[in-house]
């Protein structure tokens, strides 16, 4: 199978590449990020490494969407939300009927934005549990250990039977699995999607407020007790939603805790990357949109619309501490 990755930032960046060097695959990479495709070619390949070791350039083949002239049979989508729109218009003229998408990025909306171009039993779903930062234009390291990386993947449109998919979901599986990403096919869809985006809104939300690492936020007497309450209004907001979320309220919190105290400790989430190069979050996809799934069934989500809208203010605070980024000031976009 051949892969083009759409995205060419620290995740899509991580994917293409551990496809390349370990499942021995075909990636070609599509960005719109001009200083990154200008030093990627310059330079010859992109720079990567692995929590800051064995940092090497790996080549790869780098396109804006005007040039591109490949075909591939699976498109890997990794931006940040609020570039998703603009970024597949310009790729649209790049999609073929046979061709399947594949996206993990935090949040949601994407899944809908993807099947305006995809038949919806072409795309599928995933959530990873895996870090990256950008360092800089063609610079990017992947954190969080080697071997502790672990994601999940489904089928967009599960309810229908479909033996062409199946064995693309099981070609994708193994070249996931050669590329060391650790891949669990699920079921549940949507189950799959909250549970990332309810421990994103504990965790990402949180540490990008307060400019903290996971570890650190786990020092704080409160921090047990700050993530039952959002996990317990977002559980509520999904069930009204008639959603059934992967995981129990309770296992959902130890999962969190865990990760946060004992497994990633060092970890500050992708969202602190944005903040802190005063760039907007995902926010509104994330808490918000927990937030905006209550609001739709009846049900307000006191504490995610307030996160929300205070993440927005962490985020201004930040351009008038440092004004150095004002380039890029954001004013927000949830509805309050
Ligand atoms: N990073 C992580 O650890 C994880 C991320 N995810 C999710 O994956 C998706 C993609 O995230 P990720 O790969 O982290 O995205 P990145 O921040 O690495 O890149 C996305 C885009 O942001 C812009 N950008 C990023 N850094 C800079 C910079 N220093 N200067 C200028 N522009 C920059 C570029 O686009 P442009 O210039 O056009 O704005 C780039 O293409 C998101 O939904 C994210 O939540 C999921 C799991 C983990
Ligand atoms: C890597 C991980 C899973 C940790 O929150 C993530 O989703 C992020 O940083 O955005």
């Not at 390949?45 to 699976?74: C, K, N, T, W």
């Not at 039993?121 to 895996?130: N, R």
């Not at 907001?237 to 497994?263: D, F, N």
């Amino acid at each position: 199978m051949k892969y083009a990755v759409i995205g060419a930032g620290g995740m899509g960046v991580q994917y293409g590449v551990l496809l390349q060097e370990f499942a021995g695959k075909d990636v070609d990479f599509i960005d719109t990020w001009q200083d990154n495709v200008e030093k990627i070619r310059e330079q010859g390949g992109v720079y990567v490494s692995q929590d800051e070791q064995d940092r090497h350039l790996a080549p790869i083949s780098i396109f804006y969407p005007e040039e591109y002239q490949g075909d591939p049979d699976v498109w890997i989508v990794f931006l940040k939300q609020m570039q998703l729109d603009d970024v597949l218009k310009r790729c649209a003229g790049l999609f073929r009927e046979h061709q399947y998408v594949f996206s993990a990025m935090n949040g949601y909306g994407h899944f809908e934005k993807l099947a305006a171009y995809f038949d919806k039993s072409h795309i599928f779903g995933g959530t990873a549990l895996i870090g990256a930062e950008v360092y800089g234009p063609g610079d990017m390291n992947f954190t969080g250990g080697a071997t502790a990386k672990a994601m999940n993947m489904c089928a967009y449109d599960e309810e229908h039977e479909d033996e062409a998919r199946a064995r693309v979901e099981q070609d994708i599986y193994e070249d996931f699995t050669k590329a060391t990403l650790n891949p669990t096919i699920v079921s549940n869809f949507m189950g799959m999607c909250m549970a990332k985006i309810v421990f994103n809104s504990v965790l990402n939300t949180l540490c990008t407020m307060y400019q903290i690492r996971f570890g650190e936020f786990m020092r704080h007497p409160g921090a047990r007790w700050m993530t039952e309450q959002l996990v317990d209004e977002a559980y509520t907001a999904a069930e009204k939603a008639g959603l059934t979320l992967l995981g129990t309220r309770e296992s959902e919190v130890e999962t969190i805790c865990h990760t946060a105290g004992v497994a990633h400790p060092l970890h500050y989430p992708s969202m602190y990357q944005d903040l802190t190069k005063g760039r907007p979050t995902e926010v509104d996809y994330i808490n918000g949109y927990i937030a905006s799934i209550g609001r739709e069934h009846g049900y307000e989500c006191r504490l995610h619309e307030f996160a929300t809208q205070e993440l927005h203010l962490a985020e201004l605070a930040f351009s008038i501490h440092h004004p150095e980024f004002s380039g890029h000031a954001h004013q927000g976009d949830a509805k309050a």
